[in-house]
């Protein structure tokens, strides 16, 4: 079993940036992939980025890609998303996630779950 706590939201101007993290309880954390997703009012939850367990592969939603960076310490059982050149329509609540596959997987498929940190970027 894995709990996932989410935190770093807030509010920030567009070009700015936020670094969200991600404190894991349960030791199998470092052993799944890791992802966040993000959901906005009447929008479905969509994919924002994933990690696999060695860091060694990393993906984004083009949306994100260039701007935003995935990135883990499994010694901390903790996961990042650097969030740079934020624009207004990255305001959403951020999810954590984690199972042994993110990528590519739907949302209701994914098994372990933070409760989200609201992220608003003002224009």
């Known amino acids: 079993q894995v709990q996932l706590v989410e935190s770093g939201g807030g509010l920030v101007q567009a070009g700015g940036s936020l670094r969200l993290s991600c404190a894991a309880s349960g030791r199998t954390f470092r052993s799944y992939v890791m992802g966040w997703f993000r959901q906005s009012p009447g929008k479905e939850r969509e994919f924002v980025a994933a990690?696999?367990?060695?860091?060694?592969?990393?993906y984004y939603a083009d949306s994100v890609e260039g701007r935003f960076t995935i990135s883990r310490d499994n010694a901390k059982n903790t996961g990042y998303l650097q969030m740079n050149s934020l624009k207004p329509e990255d305001t959403a609540v951020y999810y954590c996630a984690a199972d042994w596959t993110v990528y590519g997987r739907s949302p209701e498929l994914i098994h372990f779950w933070g409760h989200g940190t609201q992220v608003t970027v003002s224009s």
């Open positions: 990690l696999n367990w060695s860091s060694s592969r990393a």
